[in-house]
């Protein structure tokens, strides 16, 4: 049967649909099967009809692989800014404090939460604010000794640009001293010859112009002071011990310092 092609499609639209194979093959429009006609059309919709869902599948995707960016990105400028954002170290005591090459190098310490595995320096060249001083953490690197306070520090080594830490109370260590190299930012662990030395803390130790750090007294492991002297070279490598003539008495968490006669003052007990 010939008909006009917009009648058909208007009246029988609904049942053309619901069933192309069986309806449009009755009709004909110019001699020609309105199957023939629509068969490519209504497969190409429903090939879209069909990938509907996998079109939905990839704008989802699209979608959650833009909020996984956008969370990369938000992460990324957290730690950014974290990073940038200055470095503030807790309050404490009984920490050591060395100035090598216009730096103030701080380590350990104590507070309430045992802040004593921090390591930062001030860089004390420049101008700054004392309300907003800019430290440097250093704590990341290499292996800094564990939690520790009542150290004894001095610069020295052959051109005295090498950090030399001495006892205290440390956490799981065994070494009694260690340094760390200003130049390459690392730390180590010195052979000394004299393994004898006993471990001491609450001391202050003093260096003079030949790189020899004094440690007079200090509180030994069994909790007692001693007024004895230890001397370590940090260039050769070697330990050595102090006169006891007229020496003071037992003491410790005092304070030294060298005088240009090379002569050391004590205060404190």
Known sequence: MDVDLPDVLQANLFIILQCPKRCLPKYKFRGISLFRIFCPIMYFDTQICNNFFFQKFITMSKNSLTYIILWLLIQLLIEINCQMAPFKPQQRTDHTATLIDDKLYILGGYNEEIAGNQFFY????????????????????????????????????????????????????????????????????????????????????????????????????????????????????????????????PRDSYGATLLSNQHIIYLGK
């Open 122 to 249: 001030l860089d004390v060249s420049v101008s700054f604010d004392t309300q907003e001083l800019l430290w440097s953490d250093l704590t990341s690197i290499n292996i800094v000794p564990s939690s520790h306070w009542g150290a004894a520090s001095v610069n020295g080594g052959a051109n005295n640009v090498t950090l030399f830490i001495y006892g205290g109370f440390l956490f799981n260590e065994t070494d009694l001293v260690y340094t760390f190299d200003t130049k390459t930012n690392s730390w180590s662990v010195p052979k000394i010859i004299d393994d004898t030395i006993p471990k001491k803390a609450f001391i202050t130790g003093i260096v003079d112009y030949n790189g020899k750090m004094y440690l007079f007294g200090g509180n030994n492991d069994n909790n007692t002071r001693s007024n004895d002297m230890l001397v370590l070279n940090t260039v050769n490598l070697n330990w050595g011990k102090g006169s006891f003539v007229n020496a003071p008495t």
